[in-house]
């Protein structure tokens, strides 16, 4: 059995003699040998780490081992965070490719980039990062991107305003509280997530590195995320192996108080999205994952 530390915590993966893996960071029933692909998730800005387990286990039951980053961010500086982040991603795809290696090749495992909001816009940074991977010009074979902070509305850059107030300022969130792992957002954290995306965009030549099947999720009318910036993102770079899919809240929502208003950005499980739009994210992930 070889253990590794995976974000702080330990993790333990069997060797293929026993090929079952116990990590409290991936929850999963399928055995090493029978393993189709490895997801790296990362999850959203103050996202509560359980409410990735939704979409986890959608893609468990395709025989897919998933393994979710936890970030551990250090408030001193925005640069902390960002480094931390980073860091964080960067060990758990080492983690994700090392994994790999010991699902049997005749399995073709496959590698998925997964990414909620932050986590998106993460992934795509590590995917530009030059010299991760020597044999190709890309990192993933396959990702999935929900509602990915790449292009944000013109009216979230007001939060730099508050920037005199220093880095450890704090805005409160005005999410559902089940769906958020403290009361507000850091403004090192809100710097952070600016500079993720200006690296992206610095590197926007290097757009073929990630022009490989990708299944884009969101809502047309999210609060965050400019929906005909980022198809005018995807254009510019000719990303043509990105497929962008509109995903929209039952209406039955209104209806119910403590649901009524939900985030259009929160896009995560079924209690966000209503029965029908639950359904309509899970039957494209599925495709998707066992699409070719």
């Known amino acids: 059995m ?3 530390l995976l974000f702080g915590c330990t993790t333990a ?3 293929i003699n026993n090929p ?15 393993a189709k692909a490895v997801a790296l998730f990362i999850p ?9 387990d939704a979409i986890s286990k959608i893609l468990e039951d395709e025989k897919i081992i998933v393994i979710k980053v936890k970030f551990n961010s250090n408030l001193n500086s925005s640069d902390d965070v960002f480094n931390n982040w980073s860091r964080d991603v960067e ?11 010991t699902i049997p090749s005749k399995n073709n495992p496959k590698l998925i980039l997964v990414g909620y909001s932050l986590g998106a816009a993460l992934g795509l940074e590590l995917g530009l990062r030059p010299g991760l991977n020597i044999k190709r010009n890309y990192i993933y074979d396959k990702m999935i991107l929900l509602a990915p902070a790449i292009t944000l509305q013109w009216y979230t850059s007001l939060i730099k305003i508050l920037y005199i107030f220093g880095d450890k300022m704090m805005i409160t969130s005005r999410n559902h509280p089940d769906y958020i792992e403290k009361s507000g957002t850091y403004i090192a954290e809100y710097k952070a997530l600016f500079r993720v995306i200006n690296e992206i965009e610095e590197m926007e030549q290097m757009g073929g590195a990630l022009n490989i099947p990708s299944l884009l999720l969101m809502d047309p009318d999210d609060e965050l995320i400019d929906y005909s910036k980022t198809k005018q993102f995807i254009e510019k770079r000719s990303l043509n192996k990105w497929k962008v899919v509109e995903v929209i809240k039952d209406k039955e929502l209104d209806r119910i108080a403590e649901r009524k208003n939900l985030p259009k950005h929160l896009i995560v499980d079924e209690f966000s999205m209503g029965t029908a739009g639950w359904k309509k994210i899970k039957d494209e992930l599925i495709s998707f994952v066992n699409r070719d």
């Open 91 to 101: 060990q758990g795809y080492n983690t994700a490719r090392n994994l790999m290696a």
């Open 20 to 34: 079952k893996i116990e990590n409290p960071d991936i929850i999963t029933t399928t055995a090493i040998n029978e």
């Open 2 to 4: 070889v253990v590794v």
């Open 13 to 15: 993966v069997t060797n």
């Open 44 to 52: 959203g800005l103050n996202l509560k780490f359980q409410k990735m």
